[in-house]
């Protein structure tokens, strides 16, 4: 059994595969029962925002308790749940990687660096009242807009999905975050965002450094210089986290994870898990995930 992927198209219309997409959170219960359900969101970014409601999340291995007028990213990838002890209430916004870099080429690095930073953590953040009432009138005007075939739409909504993210921003980190990064800063930015896309297929450093036209040594001592750790430590790490996820929210057996990320010797696999985790995975696959509190 392959791990659920949550719904993101608007069925009204039938307008499957959009790159952008937005509806309430009691739309998505109605048309498709999306409280409770343990999903992923394989091929795009999503932005979960509570704006009344209170109960339990879980986002891969880690689980906690939302409340009213609480924000939380999904990157491509994730798994995630939300149980609601009262009713819920919110939004939910869903694009693809794309959606953002279409046009202002000059700006795009600002952008990506931005939405890494915001995409970059795993618990949710409480949003003020004054941010609040700034981001429900975008979000009632992309509501509007992505409820209707006008012209440059996609060119609007997107308009308005970065000026979401701004108010968001100024939020996280003030008007610093908005500022450009340090070229070590982007480079390592840029680093993690290729991981993502190619972690199936790329499992060494030196590999990464030429898709970056650096030298292994230099991308090793940025990243270091930048997170703390190796980069070959956050290519094990990107790897091992997908192969928890699927031993914890799907029926596959480590056969068929480990060709799913690219070992086609089981020996070897099985070998790289436990070195990267510390326990054998046929061990953690009985267990099932030990969730950790999200702070």
């Not at 819920?88 to 000059?106: A, C, H, P, R, V």
């Not at 429900?136 to 970065?162: A, H, V, W």
């Not at 008007?175 to 480079?187: Q, S």
Request: net charge positive; glycine share 8%; aromatic share 14%.
């Amino acid at each position: 059994m392959s791990i659920p992927e949550s719904n993101t198209h608007n069925s009204k219309r039938g307008n499957k595969g959009l790159s952008f997409d937005i509806h309430t959170i009691q739309w998505k219960n109605l048309h498709f029962g999306y409280e409770g359900e343990i999903q992923q969101s394989k091929d795009r970014f999503q932005i979960i925002w509570i704006t009344k409601g209170k109960g339990d999340f879980l986002l891969d291995l880690r689980k906690g308790d939302f409340e009213n007028n609480q924000l939380f990213f999904i990157k491509q990838g994730q798994v995630y749940r939300f149980q609601a002890t009262t009713d819920m209430e919110g939004y939910i916004i869903s694009f693809t990687d794309s959606f953002l870099s279409k046009e202002d080429q000059e700006n795009e690095s600002i952008y990506h660096n931005s939405l890494f930073s915001l995409f970059a953590g795993s618990g949710g953040i409480k949003i003020t009242q004054e941010t609040s009432a700034e981001m429900n009138d975008i979000t009632g005007r992309m509501i509007k807009e992505f409820n209707n075939i006008n012209l440059f739409r996609d060119e609007l909504l997107r308009r308005y999905l970065k000026i979401f993210l701004i108010y968001l921003s100024r939020q996280l980190e003030g008007a610093a975050f908005t500022a450009r990064k340090t070229r070590n800063e982007e480079l390592t930015q840029k680093f993690l965002a290729l991981i993502d896309k190619h972690f199936k297929t790329e499992k060494t450093v030196s590999g990464y450094s030429g898709l970056l036209s650096l030298t292994p040594n230099y991308l090793n001592e940025i990243v270091k210089k930048t997170t703390g750790c190796s980069a070959r430590h956050h290519i094990r790490q990107r790897i091992v986290m997908e192969a928890k996820r699927h031993a914890s929210y799907s029926d596959d057996y480590m056969k068929q994870i480990g060709y799913y990320l690219g070992f086609t010797d089981m020996a070897h696999f099985s070998k790289f898990f436990k070195s990267a985790t510390g326990m054998n995975f046929t061990d953690f696959k009985k267990g099932k995930p030990v969730f950790s509190s999200a702070s």
